[in-house]
């Protein structure tokens, strides 16, 4: 299991990277596809993050 990055919704890096090889291009992409910034927030930037090097 890779780095858990939204603890709310209980997703992991490796959730994030298959959304953005599904197609996910902004945070909310992820959001819709995973569920992950869509509650409290506080992961958003690591989203961000995970985004920007792909």
Do not use: F, N, W, Y
Request: net charge negative.
């Amino acid at each position: 299991m890779s780095k858990m990055i939204c603890g709310c919704m209980q997703v992991d890096e490796d959730t994030i990277k298959a959304a953005i090889a599904d197609g996910a291009e902004t945070v909310e992409d992820i959001e819709e596809m995973t569920g992950a910034g869509s509650c409290c927030g506080r992961c958003v930037p690591a989203i961000e993050k995970i985004l920007l090097k792909k």
